[in-house]
């Protein structure tokens, strides 16, 4: 399968304690993106790479969450100190864009969903 | 900045009947802009994509819509429903930038279709 990976697909961790997911994008995409989606609103921007470069955060993103990419391959998303209103489905996408043609469309891997308890 | 507004939260068609989801959108350049679907339990899946070429582009699933500047909105039609297109829409913009911007995407718009 050549689509972008995301492990593990579910998670659950007590309050308080740290998590990582990883994202694998599809080969060559040179963007890659997080997102976080809880029931019934849409994928909410934290923040992407081009390359291995972090480019945005979202504002709303604490300190708690960091994110990397490095060599500009697979990307890790981990949360610190991890509280109830964390618990969402994170979505991992990957692109390839290319000077002043912006975006190409992104594909979007299944997903991790993490319920902190 | 970029943004988008998706005018209504749900949409009930009968099947057999045309399908209509609308989406503005706001954007300090010439935008990039997409029409993803999520079926229940499912990933996010592109239906179509508008990157400035023709402005009525062809998607998936007999999908289209219309790219208008002058209006900003780019509307998702379908002429004919089928009962699996019950599932949730999204609506995507993205300035061009110099590499393209992040996607930003609108709050979407689920889809019922009664048969």
């Known amino acids: 399968d050549t689509g972008v990976s995301q492990d593990p697909r579910h998670k659950i961790t007590k309050r308080g304690q740290n998590v990582t997911f990883r994202c694998d994008p599809i080969?060559?995409?040179?963007?890659l993106y997080w997102y976080r989606q809880t029931l019934g609103q849409g994928p909410e921007f934290l923040t992407y790479?081009?390359?291995?470069?972090?480019?945005?955060k979202s504002r709303l993103l604490s300190d708690r969450f960091s994110a990397e990419r490095p060599k500009g391959s697979f990307s890790t998303l981990e949360i610190q100190r991890t509280e109830q209103g964390d618990s969402a489905m994170y979505l991992c996408?990957?692109?390839?864009?290319?000077?002043?043609?912006?975006?190409?469309?992104?594909?979007f891997g299944q997903g991790t969903r993490l319920t902190v308890v | 900045a970029q943004s988008v507004t998706q005018l209504d939260s749900h949409v009930s068609v009968s099947e057999g009947t045309p399908v209509l989801l609308r989406c503005n959108y706001s954007s300090s350049y010439s935008p990039s802009l997409f029409w993803y679907v999520q079926h229940p339990n499912k990933g996010l899946q592109l239906l179509l994509k508008y990157t400035s070429a023709a402005t009525l582009v062809k998607g998936i699933n007999g999908f289209e819509a219309e790219f208008k500047k002058s209006e900003t909105s780019f509307h998702l039609t379908k002429p004919s429903a089928h009962m699996s297109d019950a599932a949730e829409y999204f609506c995507v913009v993205s300035d061009k930038g110099e590499y393209g911007n992040k996607l930003v995407f609108g709050a979407g718009t689920i889809l019922r279709v009664k048969s």
């Open positions: 996408a990957s692109s390839l864009t290319s000077l002043h043609r912006g975006n190409t469309e992104a594909f």
């Open positions: 790479f081009q390359n291995e470069a972090q480019l945005e």
């Open positions: 080969s060559e995409h040179n963007r």
